[in-house]
Structures are given as structure tokens and as C-alpha cells.
């Protein structure tokens, strides 16, 4: 029986889990992290550890060095996907475009749309990367919040819109992809968001 992830706790394999990883071992992580997530997304859940290992063309032990258990590996994915949405929300911001928070948010849709085998794992451990993974979550809202200031100064959205009313209804989004399953397609998420976003503008 593994040990369960604690909410609040460094995940483990991170590079934020209080060492610093070599060159070869960040590029190890990264190649195992790309192979899981393609995995999960095609396979499903009961791929092993040891066979995105040897599809990642590392050894089994590298996989169990920097994720334990198959939980931790389901989050480090999750978590790698919020701090890639970090880096498009800096992108986005760095353009100066007032609508910006609209292509956050669909970007957001997608990327739950890609990886809602792993989310649905996550729901079903009763992980919650807002507990898991406070710092990464909080980074992503303060970036949608950032990009909603901006349209509404712009006047590009409505002006009782709040943050929190994005994620909420980011989040809701994921359940009904997680609840459609393998049924939901990209062209199905794209068509929820661009509703999401019709809905958001004055």
C-alpha cells in the first residue's frame, strides 16, 4: 500500500520538493512527465509505471525515483499543466491585448479537455490541486484575474465578472468534459468554451 500524497505537501518528484535536480535528471522528469500525459490521454489510467517508462526510453527506476507511486505522478501532471497555463498567461499579458483573458480561458478548457483522465483520477483520489499544489493554483488565478483587469478596463467583458466567477466557471467546464468522457472531442471543448466566452461579453 503506498503512502497517500498529503494536501499542502510538496509533490512528489517536483523540482520545488527541496532539491535540485541535475541536467540529465530534469530532462529525465520532463521526457517521463510528456510520456505519461500522452499515455494517460490515449491509454488510460491503468498504464504502469513501468511501461511509460520504457516508452519514455528510461529505466524503471528513474520513474519510481522522481514519482513513488502512480498518484504523485498523476499530480506532477496536473501540476505541469498549470504552470504551462502560467506561462501562456505571461505570454498573453506580455501582448498588452485586452481580450487576452478570453484566449486564457479557452486555452484553460482545452487543456482540461486534454488531460481529463488524469483529472478524473485526481477527483476520484480527492486530490484537490488547490490544496495539493496551493502556490502553482494561486499563481494561475492571480494571471486570470491580471488579464481581467485589463478587459475590464477595456470595457471588453462584462463588469460583473469576477475571477472567481472564471474559475468557477473554468471548473465547471472540466466536469462536464471529465463527465463526457472519451465522447468529448476537441472541437466539442472548443464549441463549450467559445459559449463560455460568448456569455462573457457585454
Not at 43 to 56: K, N, P, Q
Not at 101 to 123: D, I, P
Not at 154 to 171: F, G, N, Q
Amino acid at each position: 500500500m503506498t503512502e497517500p500524497i498529503r494536501p499542502g505537501a510538496e509533490p512528489p518528484g517536483t523540482p520545488g520538493g527541496g532539491r535540485v535536480l541535475r541536467a540529465d535528471a530534469r530532462r529525465n522528469r520532463e521526457r517521463v512527465l510528456r510520456t505519461a500525459q500522452r499515455l494517460f490521454a490515449t491509454e488510460g489510467l491503468d498504464v504502469s509505471l513501468d511501461e511509460i517508462a520504457r516508452r519514455a526510453g528510461v529505466g524503471p527506476g528513474t520513474v519510481h525515483r522522481h514519482f513513488p507511486t502512480k498518484e504523485a505522478l498523476y499530480l506532477a501532471v496536473a501540476t505541469d499543466q498549470l504552470e504551462r497555463l502560467i506561462a501562456e498567461a505571461e505570454a498573453l499579458a506580455a501582448t498588452g491585448d485586452p481580450e487576452a483573458v478570453f484566449a486564457l480561458l479557452a486555452r484553460m478548457m482545452a487543456s482540461g479537455a486534454e488531460n481529463a483522465t488524469v483529472k478524473s483520477a485526481l477527483t476520484a483520489a480527492e486530490f484537490d490541486l488547490r490544496t495539493a499544489a496551493p502556490q502553482v493554483a494561486a499563481d494561475l488565478t492571480r494571471h486570470v484575474a491580471d488579464l481581467l483587469a485589463r478587459a475590464h478596463a477595456a470595457r471588453v467583458v462584462r463588469p460583473d465578472v469576477t475571477a472567481a466567477d472564471l474559475m468557477a466557471l473554468v471548473a465547471g467546464a472540466f466536469a462536464a468534459i471529465r463527465h463526457a468522457g472519451a465522447e468529448t472531442s476537441p472541437d466539442r471543448s472548443a464549441h463549450l468554451a467559445r459559449l463560455i466566452i460568448d456569455g462573457l461579453r457585454p
